[in-house]
């Protein structure tokens, strides 16, 4: 193991923490703002000498925050992991910067140190200057405080906030449904048997209603399955389950989103529908 300080290959910060494995042509960095990850040499020849888009470095700090292991970078990843990768609204990356400064809480009142520089992906910011405009919207709502004396400190240095009672209402409203996506989960079997059904029913249904239909197979990832299935359904409006064909996976879906008080909506192909779970039968009467 070869160990050195480099410019991250991802966000061009210098002085970053990596880890060499030349046997198998792969180096693990550490980036105070991208996070931890790590990036094959294929990949790393394709990136050159310019900084990566703001989503891509926000996917990979978002995975540090919720504490899912590390992504492995290829060229697949860079070729088309961005495709699939949210388009937040202003709006949205607020509650985003909140709900991620709510993880980093111990306890209410607890402090949290935003550093602009290394933070900005916290907000799925495109630099220092938006995260700052998004931390002083949240103060001006009363769901931030800033702890130090001077309530106009907010700077491009460092900030010391806190979350306020109304804060904490806040995220306590908005912690059962995503009311930031516009997202549809969609389980169902991947059997090629139903693929038009999906591309050509379900997908286009969702589409024509307002919202993005999302299955799990439908994007390229770089996470384990289990954890990127649990985290789209979290970011995700309502969800529809498919059951035809009788996955023990899609009524597991649907259950885990009905525990989050999440909309299910039932679907089965009418041959199919007799031998459907009798506690989901009720929805097809």
């Known amino acids: 193991m070869n160990q050195q300080q480099i410019i991250c290959p991802i966000c061009l910060l210098d002085n970053q923490q990596s880890t060499s494995d030349d046997s198998i042509h792969v180096t693990y960095i550490t980036c105070e703002r991208c996070g931890r990850f790590s990036i094959v040499r294929t990949a790393h020849a394709m990136l050159g000498s310019e900084k990566q888009g703001y989503r891509l470095i926000a996917w990979i700090r978002d995975l540090k925050e919720k504490g899912a292991e590390p992504p492995e970078i290829t060229s697949y990843v860079l070729k088309n992991i961005e495709k699939g990768l949210p388009e937040y609204s202003p709006t949205q990356k607020q509650l985003v910067l909140l709900r991620n400064i709510e993880r980093r809480t111990k306890f209410p009142g607890k402090n949290v140190l935003i550093v602009p520089e290394h933070d900005y992906p916290l907000s799925w910011a495109t630099n220092e200057e938006e995260l700052i405009y998004y931390l002083r919207n949240l103060v001006e709502r009363n769901l931030l405080r800033l702890s130090s004396k001077d309530h106009e400190a907010i700077n491009n240095l460092l900030n010391i906030v806190e979350i306020t009672s109304s804060g904490w209402e806040f995220l306590e409203k908005n912690s059962k449904i995503a009311s930031i996506s516009d997202q549809a989960f969609v389980a169902m079997s991947f059997s090629p048997d139903l693929e038009l059904v999906w591309k050509n029913g379900i997908k286009k249904a969702i589409e024509k209603a307002g919202y993005k239909a999302y299955r799990v197979d439908s994007e390229p990832h770089a996470d384990r399955i289990d954890i990127k299935i649990i985290t789209e359904i979290k970011n995700s409006r309502f969800l529809v389950a498919d059951v035809t064909e009788q996955k023990q996976r899609v009524y597991f879906e649907a ?23 009798f506690d989901t039968s009720i929805a097809f009467q």
Do not use: M, T
């Open 255 to 277: 259950g885990y989103a009905l525990g989050l008080g999440l909309p299910v909506l039932w679907l089965c192909r009418r041959d199919d529908l007799e031998n459907a779970h």
